[in-house]
């Protein structure tokens, strides 16, 4: 396709996906708004996940095409049937003088700055709450971002609620109708849409956003707390049925639609024809006790703050799953201000869902690879006390690890080279000359490695088996780890680091181009 035709198909109602094939990193320099990253080594992992119905038009893109090229015959063998590229790739695009993005959940940081300035977010700078701190003001402090980015670093005295969990657990720490309530992020984003979540509650509390979040307090010379664990573990009967009458308040103002478990279990039945994403937005303790089979996890602040991760073609029908009403209808009412209309809720949650007789599955589910099965079959495999062996005889195999770069850096294989698997066939013949070296490749489960050794042995390499059971199993033969970048094959650009870990600079030329967003200004871009 063009990028004419993309721009058209992009700007109509029409189910679509535009997925960029690029790494992390490289989408974050600049993209076509919009576009979902899905990086080619996830294609088999993660494509039927956001994309059900095979008969979608998909867009492949990428820098030049040749990655497009690459994965154009693995889409439609998964069994796709409207697969194009973007002709030339972004390189065309560009020169057509199409504009690109920077950035990475851009929608989504543009809705947080649509929502301050429209919604009238309060907000109170660093240094200000440092004196609330100091003075012993009433208040509580809350970091709605993810668990493990609060225990990286929290404003002092704050307490781990992500954004889907506000509503339902405030009342636990908020006990008085004047205590005020202070809600932080990382940077803005979630701080805004937090703080509004509450606001839409009608609590008669003060409640403001801190300004530029964990950033902005560092910039001002302030010190983070680290390692902090406090989090409202239980909740409630009171603080429950306060969320669900002020979410029953929120369905009716935002008209958010509710599906009943059976015409559920007959939307999913039917999403190889209709594009479904079954969303379970609470948290993952709950998530991994028990939720509908075929859900993927998405904490609501999550499905808000990172909504192209989850969510591919913004006209499918997005369900969203909770223990009731409350979580999920707060995602979807903000969902629904997104752009996404197809948001809804199952009714009665997952309670009802049982009682209906539905399937429920526990833990993680991580379901094989498109193509494992086949690809396990073409390539021998190693145990691991085999591959030790052979690293101290006379002919050494070279291991190659295919994770992503820094689950290699945490540890690999001592000895093992490091290779992107998206851009295993193009960096191949400089990076591994010789087809008749005896080749092992791993990663940490084995998954990755299999499709890559698969990859290699129909280029022609001779001799390529498979590390069984991966790095994992490595390990649990109590066999040494190897730690770092040693030996890096390609560019490391499939991860990217968050702005607090690389400076003061990064920082501020962060928080500059988030209140540099416009939604309304990014869309003309990309339809030019």
Known sequence: MTGAEISALMAGPSPHAVLDLRERAAYEGGHIFR??????????FRLSQLVTAKRTPIVLCDADGR????????????????????????EAWRREGRGTITGINVPSKAFGEWALHTLGTPQIPPHELQAWIDGGRDMVIVDSRTPEEYARGCIPGAWSMPGGELMLRIS??????????????????????????????????????LENGTMGWELAGLTLERGAGRRVAEVSEA??????????????EDG???????????????????????????????????HVAGAAWAPGGQAVQATDEYIAVRAARVVLVCDGSGRSIMTAAWLK?????????????????????????????????????AALAAVGTLAPVELSAALNGAEVPLVLNVDQSDVYARGHVPGAAWLCRSRLELKAPQALPDRARALVLTCRDGRHSTLAAAALARLGYASVRVLEGGTQAWERKGLALETGKSRLLDETDDVVLKPYEKGREAMEAYLKWEVDLDPAALDAARSR
Request: contains cysteine; positive net charge.
């Open 67 to 90: 990655l497009a090229a690459l994965a154009l015959p693995a889409v439609r063998a998964m069994g796709f049937t409207d697969v194009r590229v973007l002709d030339g790739g972004l």
């Open 337 to 373: 201000r997104m752009g996404l209309p197809g948001a809804t809720v199952l009714a009665g949650g997952l309670p009802a869902w049982q009682a209906a007789g539905g399937a429920v599955e526990t833990g993680h589910p991580d379901p094989e690879p498109w193509g494992y099965a």
């Open 172 to 209: 636990e720490l908020a006990k008085s109708p004047k205590t005020t309530i202070v809600v932080h992020c990382g940077g803005r984003t979630r701080s805004y849409i937090g703080a509004e979540s509450l606001r839409r509650m009608g609590l008669p509390n003060p409640i403001v956003a």
């Open 239 to 252: 603080s429950r049925t306060r969320a669900a009458a002020a979410a029953l308040l929120i369905a009716k």
């Open 256 to 290: 958010i639609a509710s599906i009943a478990p059976a015409d559920l279990t007959a939307l999913w039945d039917r999403r190889a024809e209709e594009n479904v994403a079954l969303l379970d937005v609470r948290t993952r303790e709950e998530y991994e006790a028990g």
């Open 35 to 44: 576009a979902t990253n899905l990086p080619r080594r996830l294609l088999e």
